[in-house]
């Protein structure tokens, strides 16, 4: 264990340590934050113990499948063995867009299971790996883990190759985490060795653990703080992977297309075209994501929920199948806010979303279900315009958003829902600040009565506009103000995929997809603590 580690961990009793130069110059500077939140892991490493006790039970089980799989694997046996193009069809038809309405459409974050131990988990601390009765002691997971944390502090995407090089090229960061390169106590870790650590992180869900525990934290100690407001959004990320076109036919019998992930098997077959094991995709969750304006993106979708005055994220879920509809995701995370923040949700009223929630059944199902009044603006392409053939004389247009505008161009100003008669009442077009501009209209005499001073008043059935809530019209000031707000989910976004981590994967798979997403929730979650 390096002397920079004992000083992180017990900086009280350290009577005497010998430093490097610029290992004093980073612990004064305040911009290096890596090195910040190296320190901050290695000061609260019993946070993190509860995540090195699962990695080193399931570095334990990948090491004892590794030795016994292989022999298993290749003598399963089917009686039946599709072809390419059945088991092409057959994982399209599975895929949860296709018709599977009661499928989850967020993937599933599974965070590890409690396991039987088979070392003293309260003997694992840095530098301390479980002791085994047989075999070499495991790498110590506080000095993997904190070098996957540095990296992503860095503004780069901790995959095993970023952390490997950023060890090599940078001796300070790997001597913080713990490493000596050159020694042979604590040498620098093999590629492999990294690999290896991101895959058992990844695939028993250690990362997600990590991540909500940091949010949980965070609320816990009032690092952050509930709000009345969430926002959601969905963002993608370019997939590592290729697709091809699935021709298959409707339940109409009509011919449709389809874009799918290559197929490919995970045996080690020689003849793998034949051969019995089942095909898989070699990028699930990957799907053809339509942005504004028609432009396509081969990737995987995410699902965001967020605190838009803090500008925090809470969620960041995978969602099952990109190539499904924005609002899909939206239920299924929610479910997950209610599970892991059940006072967080119980604080908030409102829910800013985008026009892709702009459904009745969808945000009766939210209000239902968690309680929250969903504020989206209303979707142009579902609603049509209303013409001046079906309004009140003098008025030209009716948007799908309820804005009514007069012959003369004006905006009228929309003052509230009178509920006696259930009609929108609408004042006065108004012009520089609260002028109203009917007194020197041209069309006047068209539009207002003679005796009328105050300027033309339209009352509109609710009915016109059944899309509308009467009781939270999106014309009104206060809706206005609140929906202001939605546009900080974009720029959690941004740090979350830019300034956290990078906007193309590096991996296939949805599983590596989500710990892509709880790395960078973790590091924006270490980040506002430092
Ligand atoms: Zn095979």
């Given amino acids: 264990m390096s002397a920079l580690i004992d000083y992180f961990r017990e900086p009280d009793n350290c009577l005497f340590h010998v430093f490097e130069s610029d290992d004093i110059q980073l612990n004064l500077d305040e911009n290096a934050v890596w090195f910040q939140g190296v320190k901050y892991i290695y000061r609260n490493w019993r946070d993190f113990h509860t995540a090195a ?11 004892k499948e590794k030795t016994s799989s292989y ?26 867009t296709e018709g599977n309405d009661d499928d989850a459409k967020v993937e599933k974050v599974e965070t590890p299971p ?34 996957y944390a540095a990296v992503q502090l860095t503004g780069e995407e901790s995959t095993p190759e970023a952390v490997h090089g950023s060890l090599h090229n940078n001796p300070s960061l790997a001597r913080a985490c713990g490493f000596t390169p050159g020694s042979k106590t604590a040498p620098l870790p093999s590629h492999r060795l990294l690999q290896q650590f991101d895959q ?22 009032g690092t952050i703080e509930a709000e009345r407001i969430l926002v959601h959004d969905t963002t993608h990320h370019i997939a590592y992977s290729g697709f091809e076109t699935v021709t298959y036919t409707n ?86 806010m209610k599970t892991h923040f059940p006072e967080l949700m ?6 800013l979303d985008d026009c892709a929630a702009d459904s009745d059944i969808l945000k009766q199902r939210i209000f239902n279900s968690f309680g929250l009044e969903v504020n989206c603006s ?45 009609t929108f009442l609408y004042g006065p077009p108004r012009k520089n600040g609260n002028e109203i501009c009917c007194r020197e209209c041209p069309i006047r005499e068209h539009c207002c009565r003679k005796n009328n001073s105050g300027g033309r008043r339209i009352a509109i059935r609710t009915g016109m506009l059944p899309h509308i809530s009467p009781e939270a019209p999106p014309m009104a000031k206060r809706f206005q103000k609140r929906m202001k707000k939605r546009t900080a989910v974009e720029r959690i976004i941004y740090r ?35």
Avoid at 71 to 96: G, K, N, T
């Fill in 114 to 147: 409690g396991d039987v131990n088979s070392f003293v988990p309260e003997h694992i601390q840095p530098g301390h790996p479980p002791v085994r009765s047989s075999g070499r002691p495991p790498e110590d997971f506080y000095r993997l883990f904190t070098a």
């Fill in 71 to 96: 022999r298993e694997h290749s003598s399963e046996r089917q009686s039946d063995y599709p072809s390419r193009e059945d088991a092409r069809l057959d994982l399209l038809f599975s895929r949860c």
């Fill in 496 to 530: 979350l995929k830019c300034r956290l981590g990078d906007r193309y994967l590096h991996k296939r798979g949805n599983h590596n997809y989500q710990a892509t997403l709880d790395k960078s929730m973790f590091a924006f979650h270490l980040l506002i603590r430092l």
């Fill in 200 to 221: 058992i992180m990844t695939e028993n869900g250690i990362w997600t653990m990590i991540q909500l525990d940091a949010v949980k934290n965070n609320l816990r100690d």
């Fill in 378 to 422: 209303v979707n142009p392409k579902r609603r049509k315009t209303i013409g001046a053939e079906d309004l009140p004389k003098g008025m030209q247009k009716l948007t799908p958003a309820g804005y009514l505008y007069c012959q003369a161009g004006h905006e009228m100003d929309f003052l509230g829902t009178r509920t006696g008669d259930g």
């Fill in 346 to 351: 119980n604080n908030a009223e409102y829910l």
């Fill in 251 to 336: 339940e109409n019998g009509r011919q449709q297309k389809k874009s799918q992930s290559f197929l490919t098997k995970s045996c080690r077959c020689g003849d793998r075209e034949n051969c019995p094991h089942p095909w898989e995709m070699s990028d699930n969750g990957a799907g053809t994501i339509v942005k504004h304006g028609g432009k396509m993106y081969w990737g995987h979708k995410s699902s965001i929920i967020g605190l838009p005055d803090q500008g925090v994220p809470l969620a960041a879920l995978a969602m099952a199948d990109s190539a499904n509809h924005d609002s899909q995701s939206l239920p299924d995370t929610l479910e997950f």
């Fill in 53 to 63: 006790v699962e990695y080193y039970e399931s570095l334990y089980r990948f090491n």
